[in-house]
């Protein structure tokens, strides 16, 4: 009885995401949702008439708009029809593409339209999520969303030398993805030689987490259609079905004493990628999946979550970085959009994660397509105090 | 689909105008407790909770990602854990529909609202508006309902004794509730000399400021007798999105209410709401929406809210027997409250106003200006 069967399938029939920007003053928030709407609703081939049902997400406090789906039905499109709005943190796009599934699956509505944005622009990112902490006992200690822990627990491990190049190495790669990336925020063009200068001379913010390795704040949004298996089937070529989801949220605090190998601590993320894959009779991930889109944050987090999230032990997932295997045309290719490193417009940012997976299993991602088939795509959020959400997704109906 | 989501318990604490006392963790941890005594439910992740839908607002709560504090005491421990960040009852809509899919099979369903820790509701709703034409003309959910309230009492021929009438009953009625926020007794002389605050909205025709926390339930048909004798069968959830700016639309169409109670009568097959419904709770939070949303869901004749009134509808059909919003519940989970007097009903355990042979109910809420959107909720016994 854990998990019951799905009641119907859902396929995600149509995808729109705008530029992502560090401002976007030329739009305002409706007439930026406005254009990812626009865009799903071509790459669907579908008008608004054809959507049951909006679902919006952001966080409210970083543009300080109470409620704001009311102002923004006029780009989202929910006039007269069925609308909700959750949100659950930087979780709360992929939240959002659970929301839709399960309310596609329930029969309650046949075609859903998620749509995350954020405009971070017009507030301060920093402080509306030190906002997060409890007035009285952690508000004083919180620094955003920046963090030094997971620095510190990777140099605690691997040593200080292979951990920073690690971290670099990813970040690199990232900007290269980016690169090929039209819609991403940013990429430097960064080279690989230039690894230890960026070592040494990246500004650092936190404790060991530098300027470069940090995310994004960006403007702009996405919009992704869910439709039950009839009419996905119905009307479109390609659609790409969701196989499961699974969400781990936990307590208020982090740990904020770090944690150490010697008394191992439960981690959200690789709890949920257990969950998943028991679930779902995933012997080994990093063999099944084609892809992954990761809701990565900083590159020291990125690297040490690729373990949690591939089950993998020791240093293998030290070593898929400096192998380059994550790479486009690696062995396991982490995003080719080049990630939340890239562009972080944080209500929309892990709606792009599932956005992106299905791109690359359509075929249709452009110039950051990996050039071998993609069958099997997993995508992550991250938010709150470590949370996670893991969805999977799959060109064929295989379970 | 022919299957329903059962509601197993809930629980909540009594509407208070200040819990300077508690914060919103201690309001909502008696609620959890009591759920989980009432049921037996654990948080075993193959049997028990395993999703957890919450409703908290980040501006009432004055922290981003507002669920994060909550965390804790909702027990959302490496599991599930979804915020609805609209007006409460429609996390009972998503939760249902998340029950539907197979993707969960029990969902606790906890929220909060602390109004009073909050500065002015006026500021708060303020900013719902966009920041470039309404905000800085100073609109807020008072002022915009004003406009509506004018509007609807010319079309429905409500007068100002309609309004006393009404909340003088909502008052009345919350007495026999031991859950409602204490207020006095008011004569309809009292209502029509309180204070004009946005005419033609007096001080007593607008909900009190109120706390409130509550915790329910939910699973699935095949599992309802593990956790109950009594469930409570929700069949039919129905919402709707109205236009945004005040002048586009015609205040009094009740254009979104109608399409949410469409919806939700479709689903639960209800054909005639003036016969099938036994109990119908509406969010009024100003006196003017009683016989206006009485009218949005069909029983009362369009334009004909005064005469409604006159005729004692309100009584006929059982509306608002809890005292209604106006008697004070939170903005953002009022339709909760309202859904909350339909299970006792259905229960039998509404007490002094426990109407005999109670079928089926109809829970409604609202949010943003002027009734922008409204959710529908049918349940049956």
Known sequence: ?399 | MGKRVAVCAISQIKNDGDYWDRRFQDMLLPCLESILEQTGVTFDLDKGIRNIVTCSDDVYDARTISNNGVTDVVGAHFRGEEKMAQEGINGLGYAMASILSGHDDVILFMGHCKESQTESRLMNTNLAFDPFYCRPMGLDFLNANAFQAREYMEKSGVTEDHLAKIVVRSRKNAKKNPYARENKTVTEKDVKKSAMIADPIRELHQYPVTDWAYGMLLCCEERAKEFTDNPVWLTGFGNCMDSYFLGDKDLTSNFSLKKAAQRAYAMAGVKNPRKDLDIIELKDSFAYQLPMWAEGIGIADEGKGGAWIDKGGPDDMNVNLSGGMLNGNPIMIGGVARAVECILQLRGEAGKRQVKGVKRALAHGTYGAAGQHHAVLILEK
């Open chain 1, 1 to 399: 009885m854990a998990h019951r069967k799905k009641n119907r399938n859902v396929g995600i029939i149509g995808i729109g995401q705008t530029k992502y920007s560090s401002h976007r003053e030329d739009v305002n928030q409706p007439e930026m949702i406005h254009e990812a709407v626009q865009l799903a609703l071509d790459d669907a081939g579908l008008t608004m008439d054809d959507i049951d049902c909006i679902v919006h997400g952001n966080m409210e406090l970083f543009e300080m708009i109470y409620q704001p789906d009311l102002w923004h039905v006029i780009g989202t499109g929910a006039y007269g029809k069925s609308e909700f709005r959750i949100t659950t943190g930087g979780t709360v796009g992929i939240t959002l593409a659970c929301a839709s599934d399960n309310l596609v699956a329930s029969g309650m509505y046949d075609i859903v339209m998620a749509i995350g944005f954020e405009k971070l622009q017009e507030g301060h990112t920093t402080g509306g999520i030190t906002n997060m902490a409890d007035p009285l006992w952690f508000r004083h200690l919180q620094t955003g969303a920046l963090t030094g822990s997971g620095a510190y627990d990777v140099i605690n491990e691997f040593g200080e030398e292979r951990a920073k190049k690690a971290s670099m190495m990813y970040r690199i790669i990232m900007d290269k993805h980016a690169s090929l990336n039209p819609n991403a925020h940013r990429s430097f063009g960064l080279e690989f030689e230039q690894m230890d200068d960026l070592i040494k001379n990246s500004p650092k913010l936190v404790g060991d987490l530098k300027l470069i390795e940090m995310c994004s704040q960006s403007d702009g949004a996405c919009a992704v259609i869910f439709a039950c298996e009839k009419k996905a089937k119905a009307l479109s070529k390609k659609p790409v079905w969701i196989r499961d989801h699974v969400t781990v949220h936990r307590e208020e605090t982090f740990f904020i004493f770090g944690y150490d190998e010697k008394y191992p601590v439960t981690m959200t993320h690789s709890l949920a990628a257990k969950r998943l894959f028991e679930r779902n009779n995933i012997k080994k991930p990093i063999d099944y999946f084609d892809v992954f889109e990761m809701y990565d944050p900083a590159s020291w987090w990125a690297v040490d979550w690729l373990r949690d999230f591939f089950l993998l032990k020791g240093d293998e997932h030290l070593k898929l970085v400096e192998n380059k295997d994550i790479m486009i045309g690696g062995k396991m290719p982490v995003n080719p959009s080049g990630g939340v490193i890239g562009s972080n417009p944080i209500g929309a940012t892990a709606l792009v994660r599932v956005a992106e997976a299905a791109l690359q299993i359509r075929g249709d991602a452009g110039a950051h397509q990996i050039p071998t088939p993609v069958n099997h795509a997993l995508a992550s959020g991250f938010g709150g105090t470590m949370w996670t959400v893991l969805m999977m997704l799959e060109k064929e109906l295989n379970w």
